[in-house]
């Protein structure tokens, strides 16, 4: 997967070009005057290819463990969920 920069000058003017690229599963990041200003991802991302970019990008760090589970640190009496309780607390 790559990452490309683009004007939104020269995005305007070969949007189609760009969108090609993009299907094909590149990211292209937008910038005005220099400074980013937004992206365009492909759609259909996999919850892996996302991870890789923002490993690449200095966004997170990732050992590729996966996480132990953990112990619930409080369980609700009766048959309402802790979800359920809340829920009406905010309510």
């Known amino acids: 997967m790559t990452q490309m920069t683009v004007g939104i000058r ?3 003017a070969r949007l ?3 969108i090609q690229q993009v299907k094909a599963g590149s990211t292209l ?3 005005e005057r ?3 200003v937004g992206r365009i991802v492909p759609v ?3 919850a892996e290819a996302r991870m890789q970019e923002l490993i690449q990008a200095g966004v ?3 050992s590729g463990r996966r996480l ?3 112990i619930p640190v409080a369980r609700a009496k009766g048959e309402r969920t802790v979800a359920d309780l ?3 607390d905010r309510g």
């Open 68 to 70: 132990a589970p953990m």
């Open 16 to 18: 189609s070009s760009y």
């Open 34 to 36: 220099g400074k980013p």
């Open 10 to 12: 020269e995005l305007k």
């Open 60 to 62: 997170v760090a990732w």
């Open 29 to 31: 990041v937008i910038t």
């Open 44 to 46: 259909k991302m996999s």
């Open 86 to 88: 809340l829920l009406e």
